[in-house]
Structures are given as structure tokens and as C-alpha cells.
């Protein structure tokens, strides 16, 4: 099974702020790489699928990158709305594993 | 407007059993992989278990094989996830997700979950 580790764990931030979430597979999955948000009490958003694509109706400060192995999710200019917790998942065969999703928390 | 509403949980002993289903509805249901994902109290996302558009192709994760079981009813648009041999590790809120039918799977809608309280 392929092993999917993100880091951090939890990350502080304020408004308006530029953070970097990472993603590491532990083998190469392509570009079969998608983020997730989910907020308090709430089922998971789609973000970003193919590692770099933005999903319909999401603000373009979310932005993805990376192949193989590593990836990352970049948010610029942080707003309210995304204090909440992000989760990878690899989509390259099943079981269709998740990070253990890094907790973003407002300074 | 594509819509999935999960029902079946609820408070089980352990060793008991319980059915969740997954209505879906606003899309062509038999063209999309659907999928089960679990999340315990406090905890991260856990892919369970998926199911082919005909129902022909299952998958579990390790940690259920052979205690669940997935499966469709296509002339319903409704998946189910049949959970035997209940452990407390298996409390969680159920999810059932849409998997988009392209080439880059991604699971692109989501229920509100369904919550398995396993305890004595």
C-alpha cells in the first residue's frame, strides 16, 4: 500500500498570510495527487485534483504542484474562511490512502 | 445538483452489525465509482472501501476486508456499506463519496456522514 505523509501536523498562521502545506508518497504516483478542506463538523471540499488543478469554484489563492513523490498546496492570502484542516489522498490505486491532514489554526 | 445522503448509523455493541446506505442523486449514478470513507472522533480521512459503476469491482482497505462489504443498487441510485463484526475502532462518522469519471480519479462530492458509535 502506498503510504502518504504530510507535514506539518499543524501550522499557525494569520490573515492574509502565504502558507505551504507538503505531501510525500511513498512511492511515485504520477500526478494522482489531490488536496482536501474540511471544515469543524463538515464532510471534505475538493481543492485541487492531478496535484495541480484547481477545482471548480475554488479561489485561485489555492494552488498545487509537485509529481512522483512530493507534493505541495500553497495558499496565498489567507482568509477566515481557511483556517481548517487539509488532507492529501493519492488517487494512483486503491486503497486510496490519505495524509494525516495538517490542522491550520489562526495566530 | 448532485446530492448524497447517507443513513444507517447509530449505536452498536461490538461483534453487532449495521447497513449503511448512500442516496444519490442528480447524476448519471451508474457511470461513477462510489466510494466509502470513514473518519473516528478527532481523527484523520480513511479510505474504506469502493465499488465500480456496475457493481462488479470491489475494494477494501485491509483494515475491513472481510468484516464489510460494499455494494449498489444501480435502479435505486443507492450504494450500501454492509459492517459486520463491529469494533470499537470501527466508531467513526461514514462518508460516501462520488468519484468523478475521468481519467484522474478525485472524489468531487460528498454526503454529510453517518455516524457509528460502537460500544458496550
Known amino acids: 500500500d502506498i503510504q502518504m505523509t504530510q507535514s506539518p501536523s499543524s501550522l499557525s498562521a494569520s490573515v492574509g498570510d502565504r502558507v505551504t502545506i507538503t505531501c510525500r508518497a511513498s512511492q511515485s504516483i504520477s500526478s494522482y495527487l489531490n488536496w482536501y478542506q474540511q471544515r469543524p463538523g463538515k464532510a471534505p471540499k475538493l481543492l485541487i485534483y492531478a496535484a495541480s488543478s484547481l477545482q471548480s469554484g475554488v479561489p485561485s489563492r489555492f494552488s498545487g504542484s509537485g509529481s512522483g513523490t512530493d507534493f505541495t498546496l500553497t495558499i496565498s492570502g489567507l482568509q477566515p474562511g481557511d483556517f481548517a484542516a487539509y488532507y492529501c489522498q493519492q488517487s494512483y490505486t486503491t486503497p486510496h490512502s490519505f495524509g494525516q491532514g495538517t490542522k491550520l489554526e489562526i495566530k | 445538483e448532485v446530492q448524497l445522503l447517507e443513513s444507517g448509523g447509530g449505536l452498536v455493541q461490538p461483534g453487532g452489525s449495521l447497513r449503511l446506505s448512500c442516496a444519490a442523486s442528480?447524476?448519471?449514478?451508474?457511470?461513477?465509482?462510489m466510494s466509502w470513507v470513514r473518519q473516528a472522533p478527532g481523527k484523520g480521512l480513511e479510505w474504506v472501501s469502493g465499488i465500480s459503476g456496475s457493481g462488479g469491482s470491489t475494494y477494501y482497505a485491509d483494515s475491513v476486508k472481510g468484516r464489510f462489504t460494499i455494494s449498489r443498487d444501480n435502479s435505486k441510485n443507492t450504494v450500501y456499506l454492509q459492517i459486520n463484526s463491529l469494533r470499537v475502532e470501527d466508531t467513526a462518522v461514514y462518508y460516501c463519496a462520488r468519484r468523478t469519471a475521468v481519467t484522474w480519479a478525485y472524489f468531487d462530492y460528498w454526503g454529510q456522514g453517518t455516524l457509528v458509535t460502537v460500544s458496550s
Open positions: 442528480g447524476f448519471t449514478f451508474s457511470s461513477h465509482v
